[in-house]
């Protein structure tokens, strides 16, 4: 555990230093990722029986933060690589040995069933175009969630849904189309991806809402949901930190008109900045006791409904707090945090591209108010 979390602060002062070149380039530059992988830490939630780390929640959570302070393109590309390797639990051996069983293996995707699966005896046959596929030109496999269909009609579940599962496809397999021209998290590669007629294998897919996984561990208990909403969380946390320790120096640096003192020293300045750091060290306690409630429970067996509304209202609570944070570090940073050689203006729209994720949306908090206050709702995604 404490040798993936070295290694990721290792590596975050050289993805600082290379923070501009990942932003013009739109994607997060091949060996970067191979550095990442390299170090093992597209590795964090595969199980250990396949020679992954198969971290706790809260270390994985570490991680993921200390590169993301780094910068929070490669944070958030780490990120989707190593929550979506958890399919790795739910796979066949064979098939999970072929995806993530190479050290160097990286694995992304779209969860969101934008494709269509038609039933073909024993395949399905995929097509689909699938956006916000981040991090996919280093990928060596990709996952797209497919309706399934058979007999020209969506397949229901029991409540009478459409079916859908995430196809796992090789990287040579899909298209990946240059569509990321984006204000936030630009160095993600997160353009759109596209199959057509693709033959997948039924026993190559998964289905994180009805399936079960094969392995025993207690993160294989935990919500597949709340870990990747913990894991954007800890992207949010990381970047706010690096934006708080961006604008402590420039205020440190920068002295008021006709004196030698720093902008720092004014009372105002002190305030603000205190109250920011309050907010951002109360929101990340909050996400880290709602992780630790949640672990301990998968320890035990199953997660209580009402833990997990808490984890995800804690990591949506962390994730929007960090943009408000980056908000208030722009602004003590002043004019020159305007200009595009300050990391406060990345951080700042980085931030805010963050909170836009489906899973950490406002819409989360009404989730997890309604289970919070006994109303019926939908959990699946819980």
Not at 20 to 44: K, T, Y
Not at 243 to 271: E, W
Not at 298 to 304: S, T
Request: proline share 5%; aromatic share 4%; hydrophobic share 50%.
């Amino acid at each position: 555990m404490t040798a993936l979390l070295d290694a990721a602060r290792d590596l975050a002062p050289r993805l600082a230093a290379r923070a501009a070149e990942i932003e013009e380039a739109r994607r997060l530059p091949a060996d970067l990722a191979a550095g990442l992988a390299e170090a093992g830490l597209f590795r964090l939630a595969i199980p250990r029986s396949l020679d992954g780390a198969e971290l706790p929640p809260a270390v994985i959570a570490e991680v993921l933060e200390a590169v993301a302070a780094g910068d929070a393109s490669a944070g958030w590309c780490l990120m989707i690589g190593a929550t979506t390797a958890l399919v790795a639990a739910y796979l066949p051996r064979h098939h999970a040995e072929a995806i993530l069983g190479p050290r160097h293996a990286i694995l992304g995707g779209v969860f969101a069933p934008s494709g269509r699966a038609v039933a073909a005896g024993g395949h399905w046959r995929v097509s689909g175009r699938w956006a916000w596929a981040s991090g996919s030109a280093n990928c060596h496999w990709l996952a797209g969630g497919a309706v399934l269909v058979a007999n020209g009609a969506p397949l229901l579940d029991a409540a009478g849904r459409p079916r859908h599962r995430m196809m796992l496809m090789p990287r040579e397999a899909v298209e990946l189309l240059d569509t990321w021209h984006a204000a936030g998290l630009k160095g993600t590669g997160s353009g759109d991806m596209a199959v057509a007629d693709l033959a997948v294998p039924e026993d190559r897919t998964v289905s994180l809402i009805d399936d079960t996984p094969r392995e025993p561990g207690p993160l294989y208990r935990f919500p597949a949901f709340g870990l990747l909403a913990l894991g954007i969380a800890a992207v949010a946390s990381g970047n706010a930190r690096a934006a708080l320790d961006a604008a402590a120096v420039a205020l440190r640096a920068r002295k008021a008109p006709g004196t030698a003192r720093s902008a720092a020293d004014r009372g105002v300045t002190q305030a603000e900045f205190a109250k920011a750091e309050g907010a951002l060290a109360a929101a990340r306690a909050g996400l880290f006791a709602a992780i630790g409630a949640a672990e301990r429970e998968a320890e035990a067996g199953a997660i209580a409904l009402a833990t997990r509304a808490r984890l995800r209202l804690a990591a949506t609570h962390l994730t929007r707090t960090a943009a408000d944070v980056t908000r208030l570090a722009y602004d003590l940073g002043g004019g020159q945090a305007l200009y595009l050689e300050s990391p406060l203006q990345r951080r700042f729209r980085d931030a805010h591209a963050m909170t836009q994720h489906i899973m950490v949306q406002p819409g989360s908090l009404e989730l997890a108010g309604r289970v919070l206050l006994g109303v019926a709702t939908d959990t699946a995604m819980l």
